[in-house]
């Protein structure tokens, strides 16, 4: 955001320089585990932020963007083990390992779903709209979990990961340079987004939506449009998570992985966009904390959630640029 | 016919522990205006301790009181220390508090009663077959459960619409200032729903348990299916409730029944199976869906935010 404090800009580009020399400073103390941590914080860093752009900026609470998360982990998967089984998907169409067919394709199939979802949900507002869309994950969930095919419950192990025009991302340090680039990209185009016209509507509508409508403005296609890209950008991170574990399964979809998506933006910060990748570090160090104590961290990471709740409202990224409350 | 009658007590069955999940929720809803995800967490005490009491006592009353007040007792707790504060937040801040909540309690009960899964009995009083009709032989049981559901509607009819107590909830719930001014303790008031809401889930998770593995997590899954009853029936609606928890409970049960043979007649067997198994466990959320295009605001929903 333009009008961050300089303490949060500066904060903000210590994380991201923190996050690009991660890599180097993870080989010299020789924890190389260290960047596969960090690329699952900016991978759910991606899928949260594309969730704050409704939620923060439209308060529409989705409770379902597992579903599309899934989605386009499911479109890698199933497109590679169509084309390692030699077994043609459709139309004599074998699939394909390559990510700049596998990736828009994942992206559209969850937008696919996202205009599906959202043209039934956005009619209601509230607890409904929260209700709808965790209702509308699970049946994602049970149908993939039902597809035997697709190895039901077991889920999918992809053979090889993607491609890039032909390149492959095999390379552990490389693809997470990939992932961060993508996370930096999407953040500068949501941020222009949420600043352009389009994205004053959609703020105008979540403030006082009975004056936009007042001034012309139907929010109805300003709010499915933002939800539409924000499933797009979570089916996307969706592609690079079934990159990242070589590993699809309905785990992805489940209802506490939405519950996950809502607690890093809440952590980092609602209405902020930056704000979910501090949210994803710091669940990350917190959950690798708490695991490397007791196994049952759980018990901790609950109240702590409830805690942040009632007593930390603005979330790290709040707290930095002295914004306390919500907006 | 005989396996369809059958299969439609099995969903009425099914759909009476919704009915008593659904109503907690939705007067919770309705009165407090807060949604509560750890609703599934009381539905699962209930379950836990009604389990573990019968195990040590041998008597399912005993089991029924212990899993029920335990239930209760936790509601009540848990609002008194925290839900009470979200009240007056947004729906997001309940949701996400109340998430946490979950995690808490599912950790919880793994660390009291392990990972492996507790399973409940049927008492031996309740475990032979009434002949419903000539010929068809039904699970006491499981009738019993309607029964007892039924019953505990009805009550709740009565305490709602004709006591005092139910006079200042429903006033309660239409404006929560003046009731204070007019000198009700609407603090004690809200507990006491609240704890009730906790006792109908604690029941459901006791009359439930016989047929499901007590487990860790099980409140989830019976959460999410009373959120598509509430969002049928339209929320805040007791009426709602009922009609929704009822058809979700049938169409999911016939569902399960008889789509993988439906399918059979015009699908060649193997992909029938997995077809009809894929669409029977989508075919309530299919019907919320068809609900929804057509009554946004579900099928007994007023304007509520």
């Known amino acids: 955001m333009t009008s961050a404090p300089l303490r949060a800009r500066l904060a903000t580009v210590v994380l991201l320089a923190g996050l690009a020399l991660l890599p180097p400073v993870a080989a010299m103390i020789g924890d190389p585990y260290l960047v596969t941590l960090a690329n699952r ?38 497109l590679s083990t169509h084309v390692m089984q030699g077994i043609p998907l459709a139309f004599g169409w074998n699939g394909s390992n390559e990510a700049l067919i596998a990736w828009p394709l994942a992206m559209a199939v969850s937008a696919a779903y996202a205009a599906f979802v959202g043209v039934i949900s956005l009619r209601t507002s509230g607890v409904y709209f929260i209700m709808i869309t965790l209702a509308f994950a699970q049946m994602v969930y049970y149908l993939f979990v039902s597809l035997p095919a697709y190895g039901g419950q077991d889920g999918l192990s992809l053979w090889l990961r993607n491609t890039a025009a032909g390149v492959a991302l095999d390379d ?30 959609l703020q105008g509508c979540r403030e006082n939506e009975r004056r936009m409508r007042a001034l012309g403005f139907r929010p109805m296609p300003y709010r499915l449009t933002a939800f539409v890209i924000s499933g797009a950008l979570t089916g996307l991170a969706g592609a690079l998570v079934a990159n990242h574990q070589e590993f699809v399964s309905p785990a992805l979809m489940t209802w506490s992985q939405s519950g996950q998506f809502m607690v890093i933006v809440l952590l980092g910060g609602l209405a902020s966009l930056v704000g979910p990748i501090y949210g994803a570090v710091a669940l990350l160090v917190l959950e690798e904390t708490l695991v490397s104590v007791t196994q049952h961290w759980q018990l901790v990471l609950g109240p702590v959630l409830v805690l942040a709740v009632l007593f930390f409202r603005g979330g790290l990224y709040g707290a930095l640029s002295g914004r306390g409350g919500r907006q | 016919m005989q396996l369809l009658l059958e299969q439609v007590l099995n969903g009425l069955q099914f759909g009476v522990t919704l009915l008593l999940m659904a109503s907690g929720l939705t007067l919770v809803f309705g009165i407090m205006r807060l949604i509560n995800l750890a609703h599934g967490s009381l539905f699962m005490v209930g379950a836990y301790v009604g389990a573990t009491a019968l195990a040590y006592t041998g008597s399912f009353l005993l089991g029924l009181a212990a899993g029920v007040a335990a239930a209760a007792l936790t509601g009540m707790a848990m609002e008194a220390l925290i839900i009470r504060r979200l009240y007056r937040r947004d729906h997001l801040d309940q949701v996400l508090a109340t998430f946490g909540l979950i995690l808490f309690f599912n950790e919880l009960v793994r660390v009291v009663w392990g990972r492996q899964p507790l399973s409940m009995d049927t008492p031996a009083w309740l475990s032979g077959h009434v002949t419903v009709l000539p010929g068809v032989p039904y699970p006491s049981f499981r009738l019993a459960v309607i029964a007892v559901g039924v019953a505990v509607i009805a009550l709740l009819y009565v305490l709602i619409m004709r006591t005092r107590v139910g006079m200042r909830i429903r006033a309660g719930a239409s404006n929560r200032e003046m009731i204070a001014a007019l000198g009700v303790n609407i603090r004690l008031l809200y507990t006491l729903v609240f704890g009730f809401g906790a006792c109908l889930a604690g029941l459901a998770g006791v009359m439930a348990a016989p047929f499901l593995a007590v487990q860790s997590g ?18 805040g609606s007791i009426r709602g409730a009922v009609a929704g928890a009822l058809l979700v ?8 029944a008889y789509l993988p043979d439906l399918f059979a007649l015009w699908l060649p067997p193997a992909s029938a199976g ?3 198994t894929a669409l029977s466990s989508m075919a309530i959320y299919v019907l919320m869906a068809a609900v929804l295009a057509i009554r946004p605001q579900g099928l007994f929903g007023g304007a509520h935010d």
């Open chain 2, 218 to 235: 099980m409140g989830e899954d019976i959460l999410i299916l009373t959120f598509v009853v509430i969002v049928i029936g339209g929320i």
């Open chain 2, 274 to 276: 997995t077809v009809g």
């Open chain 2, 249 to 256: 409970g049938v169409v999911d049960t016939l569902g399960r």
């Open chain 1, 172 to 201: 552990r340090t490389g693809f997470y340079y990939l992932c961060l680039g993508v996370l930096v990209a999407v953040w500068a185009l949501l941020t222009r987004m949420v600043n352009s016209r389009f994205g004053r509507v």
């Open chain 1, 41 to 78: 914080a900016v991978i759910y860093g991606l899928a949260a932020m594309a969730l704050d752009l409704i939620m923060g900026y439209g308060r529409l609470v989705s409770f379902g963007h597992a579903a599309f998360f899934g989605l386009g982990a499911y479109t890698v998967g199933i």
